[in-house]
């Protein structure tokens, strides 16, 4: 027997104050909370039904069937929550204008979270969608909503879900998102925080200055102050780096093209057009910035970096239904 | 009337456990205690003479007239110390296998204390010797010896100094620098060390931290543990410019070359060649190598550096009179 088919769509996210370390890595409790800006132009789409005559879950991504060990045990937690006793049938498409990189789990776990648990027959609120999706992946938490959104840690499975910040985004605001490398990261954002969180004498001194930053950018975005939003994501994002540096052994996400890209961007920014960076665990450079100067940027990237490299985003919307029965 | 003329010579030192900080800007009493290599190839020469005619210290570097407040400032200090009344005649020398970046005030400094203290009559210990020289430069505390050298913080002018952790190092151990830029660097370290300590939310962590590696660098170093050695070099360099990260406003002095030599470093290690980096205030990166994998290091190196800009040197001699009266 067939449960309905439903299918949802999510967008992915980029942190403006970075989670990094969990405080249970089953549970996926963060260590500190964590805002970021949901992007129109990186989403999944996913569709899901359960069927009894499956022996386990099927998933397929761009159409081709995959393994991922993270659906797997995604997909067991649903089972747990909903009391559905069948495996599904699961249809994943991964939207990235180029073919490169910023695929994120973020987005993933959040459509299937929705998806998933219709299917299963469940009307989830916001919250507990927020709080299903974390259990695929932390940063999905945070793309239940569209915007702003925050990500306040709790300290359990029931307190530690996100909640729109500024949802409804009406302003300047863009990022363009530099694409250095395709290739998997060696260390997986996993593994790096739970080292870091281990073996870090920065760490207790980063948990502190992150939730100074939050304080900090919750504010700038209430006054609209674009260029207080970029320092603090900046320089928040380089002392999320800090933490790889100094964890034993240190590692780094940074490529020699990330440098160059850093290096423009303060370029730019002594010439009075005001841009920022920030990283996550990979090479890629995201770079915030106001839509008036998103071409002097883009020509200033030019002689480096090919067009394909360059994904130019906005403010995008929350996770929603975009097919049922 | 002149005094009789003395001249100088001073190696250049590598810090393998880093100093990142004042206690005192005008003592220079550093915040944390480090320790040095002593290096063969980086010298100084230089001569002093005062003289009754000179209305103001000259110094000349490398056969060109030259001024540097840090000298000017240096003069008086010693002029204060010694009694001494005169102006100097000052010739100093840098002696550095490529014309690129890697001149240092630690061996001008040690070089200038020696010579100029001589020149004003006054025959100083080498502790008395490594105090003075802290005035010029926190480095030059440390040229005074070779080999290993630990710098004692201390707390004022009478306990900051150098001592000599193992002169006569006999071991099996070289340094490849790999110089990427001889230009000045943007932000100097005695600019960078003193906004970290008043902006990063990491610094007392580092004091912490550093003081712990360097009593595991001391017993490394008396087992003769290379790789030991070469880890907690590496681990403690990337500790400080960590530091550098997290400061407000943050910086870095990388440049994507340096990145590209780090890479190099540890895909060797990844294939048993054992070999560590560490970097100062500025983008060049030191290679601590055995003697053995020195050529194997330089052809890994080869394809992306030219031979100029790579230079190997290793432990060299403390600070000695060349000439006298």
Redo the contacts between chains.
């Keep these: 027997m067939q449960s309905p088919k439903y299918t949802a769509r999510a967008h992915t996210n980029i942190a403006l104050i970075k989670y990094w370390g969990k405080l249970d890595q089953d549970l996926i409790i963060p260590m500190n909370s964590s805002l970021s800006l949901t992007l129109d132009k990186f989403y999944t789409d996913t569709s899901v039904f359960f069927d009894s005559t499956l022996k386990q879950d099927i998933f397929r991504l761009n159409n081709k069937e995959s393994s991922s060990l993270k659906v797997t045990h995604f997909m067991k937690v649903l089972r747990e929550k909903t009391g559905e006793t069948r495996f599904a049938m699961i249809n994943s498409e991964n939207h990235v204008p180029s073919a490169a990189g910023l695929a994120s789990s973020a987005s993933a776990f959040a459509a299937l979270a929705l998806a998933a648990s219709r299917a299963a027959g469940l009307v989830l609120d916001s919250r507990s969608l927020s709080r299903l999706a974390r259990r695929g992946s932390g940063s999905a938490t945070r793309s239940i909503y569209g915007g702003f959104v925050e990500w306040q840690q709790g300290s359990d499975d029931a307190t530690s879900y996100a909640v729109p910040f500024e949802e409804n985004v009406a302003w300047d605001l863009s990022m363009i998102a530099v694409v250095i490398s395709a290739k998997q990261k060696k260390i997986s954002s996993s593994v790096g925080m739970q080292r870091v969180v281990a073996t870090s004498?920065?760490y207790?001194?980063?948990r502190?200055?992150a939730a100074q930053d939050l304080a900090a950018m919750k504010k700038a975005i209430k006054k609209r102050d674009f260029r207080q939003v970029g320092?603090i994501a900046?320089?928040n994002a380089?002392?999320m780096?800090?933490?790889n540096?100094?964890a034993?052994?240190?590692f780094?996400y940074?490529?020699?093209?990330s440098?160059?890209v850093?290096k423009i961007v303060a370029d730019l920014r002594s010439n009075g057009i005001f841009c920022y960076y920030t990283l996550d665990a990979g090479p890629n450079v995201k770079i915030i910035c106001q839509n008036k100067d998103i071409q002097t940027i883009l020509a200033a990237l030019a002689p480096s970096f090919s067009q394909e490299r360059l994904v130019v985003a906005g403010p995008g919307p929350g996770v929603k239904l975009i097919d049922k029965p």
Tied chains: 1, 2.
């Design positions: 004498p920065y207790s001194a980063w502190k200055t320092t900046e320089e380089m002392k780096h800090a933490l540096a100094s034993h052994p240190h780094s940074f490529e020699p093209a440098l160059q850093m």
